[in-house]
């Protein structure tokens, strides 16, 4: 809850009227809830929940808080769902997710891949928190694709509510791999007919197409990803003849209208195309840009009307709230008002049902990533990462680098130079001096990523170099430096500022971007343009992730599936110590010039 708030937050919820809970929520009195109508219904939305049940920060072993005084967890949001059930009453409301559900958390992270629930028969920690809320439907996020098609099929299969993909389709045919729409069929209080009248409400799931590249590995031969606008207009007219009144779409996918990836693939980000160029939708719920958008309205350049869009931040912190405001015309239901907020989960407490639900399993979670794995000879921060060499990160590129040399052992590639990459995900990861545990690695390496390697020439490294060093904003010589604004340049994320441990190298930010690279060198020589390297990299950017150049198309010459962060935490078990005088040796530098821009 937000610091200035005068209520506690057990106040919100039990002291409150449902109305009144709302209204500290966020929640304003909306312009469809009281526009002039026959009937009022109440579409709520999450998004990108990421595998967060409870109110918990797993990297730092307390509840979860941040500047912005932010709450997160399904729980949360559940509180805001049985209030908004409570005040419009639970006929006239639905509930869907616009996808990334099963994986992000700590505790989603265990039962994915530390005692798999797909081996133990346990119900997944998403599935139990979301049957407990009562969902209508959840669209696929691309995170979904993660572990395997196994694995999300046995996910699905354990989840009440229909998992909706449309655009995902089975390899070398139109056929829908997944649901692609729903009809509910609800009964509606109506203000001028006594008892309850016949609705018919169609969702229509969209994935994103951006598992093609990311999720390649599990993917490619079983599962193509198409156009977002093009499926939508397939399928909305079929759903309106099969008697929806109403049609919403749940979207992973954000609203730019922008791609991370080339122009090979339909668009990512195409949920405000969407709305713009299919007619027949009333109203989008998205995600995947993580972003909180309350209220947004497109129009349709087919019909001239509006089109409700919102999309719920992430990790439970908001709840997309839309109210449509329906006529009964000519036998027909139509839309005359909407509109939407975002309700806040700073405002209430956790849901005891959803508490109860996955309790056993957060417990579980706690405890492994709380286990001590090793001794940390100083302490060790990303803090300053995203623009000078750091000890913590040469940790990653040090594990990657000896893993990949032992495995190449005996094969043609063996007397390669082994070299790695390495982002700062997140400048908050530190390793304390002293005891290390499970939860301090998960917070330096918070993807589950796993570990390949791919053959580079000279050539090809050093236009992967100039393309990472996009990342900062061109400073001319002399001019005065801070850290915090060099980074980030054109919006490019801490994670897409790719660091090379093997080579040195420097970064000239005084340069235009692409002539950056004043200096590579191996073991003091230049390196040439046709010499060649095996570098370490993660799946995510070698299947294409952040379009890099070359790394997509580099022969693989390592793949055993070791996840990153595993391969981490058993170094450091092995090791049981974690010195940076036994790996760290500053390779890269920022000039300007020639002269060093931090000492």
Same mark, same amino acid.
């Given at each position: 809850?937000? $610091?200035?708030?005068?209520?506690?937050?057990?106040?919100?919820?039990?002291?409150?009227? $449902?109305?009144?809970?709302?209204?500290?929520?966020?929640?304003?009195?909306?312009?469809?809830?009281?526009?002039?109508?026959?009937?009022?219904?109440?579409?709520?939305?999450?998004?990108?929940?990421?595998?967060?049940?409870? &109110?918990?920060?797993?990297?730092?072993?307390?509840?979860?808080?941040?500047?912005?005084?932010?709450?997160?967890?399904?729980?949360?949001?559940?509180?805001?769902?049985?209030?908004?059930? $409570?005040?419009?009453?639970?006929?006239?409301?639905?509930?869907?997710?616009?996808?990334?559900?099963?994986?992000?958390?700590?505790?989603?992270?265990?039962?994915?891949?530390?005692?798999?629930?797909?081996?133990?028969?346990?119900?997944?920690?998403?599935?139990?928190?979301?049957?407990?809320?009562?969902?209508? $439907?959840?669209? @696929? !996020?691309?995170?979904?694709?993660?572990?395997?098609?196994? %694995?999300?099929?046995?996910?699905?299969?354990?989840?009440?509510?229909?998992?909706?993909?449309?655009?995902?389709?089975? %390899?070398?045919?139109?056929?829908?791999?997944?649901?692609?729409?729903?009809?509910?069929?609800?009964?509606?209080?109506?203000?001028?007919?006594?008892?309850?009248?016949?609705?018919?409400?169609?969702?229509? !799931?969209?994935?994103?197409?951006?598992?093609?590249?990311?999720?390649?590995?599990?993917?490619?031969?079983?599962?193509?990803?198409?156009?977002?606008?093009?499926?939508?207009?397939?399928?909305?007219?079929?759903?309106?003849?099969?008697?929806?009144?109403?049609?919403?779409?749940?979207?992973?996918? !954000?609203?730019?209208?922008?791609?991370?990836?080339?122009?090979?693939?339909?668009?990512?980000?195409?949920?405000?195309?969407?709305?713009?160029?299919?007619? !027949?939708?009333?109203?989008?719920?998205?995600?995947?840009?993580?972003?909180?958008?309350?209220?947004?309205?497109?129009?349709?350049?087919?019909?001239?009307?509006?089109?409700?869009?919102?999309?719920?931040?992430?990790?439970?912190?908001?709840?997309?709230?839309?109210?449509?405001?329906?006529?009964?015309?000519?036998?027909?239901?139509?839309?005359?008002?909407?509109? *939407?907020?975002?309700?806040?989960? &700073?405002?209430?407490?956790?849901?005891?049902?959803?508490?109860?639900?996955?309790?056993?399993? %957060?417990?579980?979670?706690?405890?492994?990533?709380? =286990?001590?794995?090793?001794?940390?000879?100083?302490?060790?921060?990303?803090?300053?990462?995203?623009?000078?060499?750091?000890?913590? @990160?040469?940790?990653?590129? %040090?594990?990657?680098?000896?893993?990949?040399?032992?495995? @190449?052992?005996?094969?043609?590639?063996?007397?390669?130079?082994?070299?790695?990459?390495?982002?700062?995900?997140?400048?908050?990861?530190?390793?304390?001096?002293?005891?290390?545990?499970?939860?301090?690695?998960?917070?330096?390496?918070?993807?589950?990523?796993?570990?390949?390697?791919?053959?580079?020439?000279? *050539?090809?490294?050093?236009?992967?170099?100039?393309?990472? *060093?996009?990342?900062?904003?061109?400073?001319?010589?002399?001019?005065?430096?801070?850290?915090? =604004?060099?980074?980030?340049?054109?919006?490019?994320?801490?994670?897409?500022?790719?660091?090379?441990?093997? @080579?040195?190298?420097?970064?000239?930010?005084?340069?235009?971007?692409?002539?950056?690279?004043?200096?590579?060198?191996?073991?003091?020589?230049?390196?040439?343009?046709?010499?060649?390297?095996?570098?370490?990299?993660? &799946?995510?950017?070698?299947?294409?992730?952040?379009?890099?150049?070359?790394?997509?198309?580099?022969?693989?010459?390592?793949?055993?599936?070791?996840?990153?962060?595993?391969?981490?935490?058993?170094?450091?078990?092995?090791?049981?110590?974690?010195?940076?005088?036994?790996?760290?040796?500053?390779?890269?530098?920022?000039?300007?010039?020639?002269?060093?821009?931090?000492?």
């Amino acid at each position: 809850m937000a $610091a200035d708030s005068p209520l506690s937050r057990r106040g919100a919820i039990g002291g409150l009227t $449902a109305a009144g809970a709302l209204a500290l929520a966020g929640w304003p009195g909306t312009a469809a809830a009281s526009s002039a109508r026959d009937a009022l219904i109440t579409v709520m939305g999450t998004s990108d929940l990421h595998g967060y049940c409870l &109110n918990w920060d797993y990297f730092k072993n307390a509840e979860y808080e941040n500047g912005d005084g932010d709450h997160i967890g399904i729980a949360k949001a559940a509180s805001l769902i049985k209030q908004v059930r $409570a005040e419009r009453g639970t006929d006239n409301t639905l509930l869907f997710d616009s996808g990334d559900t099963i994986q992000g958390s700590s505790l989603a992270t265990y039962y994915n891949t530390v005692e798999p629930f797909t081996e133990t028969g346990e119900t997944h920690p998403m599935a139990r928190a979301m049957n407990a809320v009562g969902y209508d $439907a959840v669209a @696929l !996020g691309n995170h979904e694709f993660n572990y395997g098609l196994a %694995h999300l099929d046995a996910w699905i299969e354990q989840m009440d509510a229909p998992v909706l993909g449309a655009n995902a389709v089975h %390899h070398g045919t139109d056929d829908p791999a997944y649901k692609p729409y729903v009809l509910k069929r609800m009964r509606v209080t109506c203000t001028n007919k006594p008892g309850r009248q016949p609705l018919v409400v169609g969702v229509l !799931g969209l994935t994103n197409p951006g598992s093609i590249i990311w999720d390649r590995r599990h993917v490619e031969g079983e599962l193509e990803f198409r156009d977002l606008v093009e499926t939508a207009a397939h399928w909305v007219p079929i759903m309106r003849a099969e008697g929806a009144d109403i049609v919403i779409v749940s979207a992973h996918s !954000g609203d730019s209208g922008t791609s991370s990836y080339g122009e090979g693939l339909p668009v990512e980000n195409a949920s405000a195309m969407v709305a713009e160029e299919v007619p !027949g939708i009333d109203a989008i719920l998205f995600g995947h840009a993580h972003r909180d958008v309350p209220e947004r309205f497109v129009t349709n350049r087919v019909t001239g009307e509006d089109v409700l869009m919102s999309m719920p931040s992430y990790w439970g912190r908001r709840l997309s709230v839309m109210d449509l405001a329906l006529r009964r015309e000519r036998g027909r239901w139509r839309v005359v008002s909407k509109s *939407a907020v975002a309700l806040n989960a &700073n405002t209430v407490e956790e849901d005891p049902d959803v508490v109860a639900a996955v309790e056993g399993q %957060h417990a579980t979670a706690v405890d492994y990533v709380n =286990q001590v794995i090793a001794t940390s000879t100083e302490e060790l921060s990303a803090a300053e990462a995203c623009w000078t060499d750091t000890p913590i @990160l040469d940790y990653i590129q %040090h594990v990657q680098i000896q893993t990949v040399r032992a495995a @190449l052992e005996g094969t043609p590639e063996a007397d390669l130079p082994v070299i790695s990459i390495a982002a700062p995900f997140s400048r908050s990861a530190s390793f304390p001096a002293g005891d290390v545990s499970i939860r301090d690695m998960a917070g330096l390496y918070v993807f589950d990523n796993t570990l390949l390697a791919s053959e580079l020439t000279g *050539a090809q490294v050093r236009a992967y170099l100039e393309f990472s *060093a996009r990342y900062f904003e061109r400073v001319a010589p002399g001019a005065a430096v801070d850290p915090e =604004q060099i980074t980030n340049a054109g919006g490019t994320p801490d994670y897409n500022f790719d660091q090379i441990a093997g @080579l040195e190298y420097e970064i000239d930010i005084s340069r235009p971007a692409g002539q950056r690279i004043t200096s590579l060198t191996l073991d003091g020589a230049e390196v040439a343009d046709g010499q060649r390297f095996v570098m370490a990299v993660n &799946n995510y950017r070698q299947s294409g992730g952040g379009g890099f150049p070359h790394i997509a198309d580099a022969p693989v010459v390592y793949n055993r599936q070791v996840e990153v962060r595993q391969a981490l935490i058993d170094h450091a078990t092995a090791t049981g110590t974690i010195d940076p005088a036994d790996f760290h040796t500053p390779n890269w530098r920022l000039v300007r010039e020639g002269e060093p821009v931090f000492g």
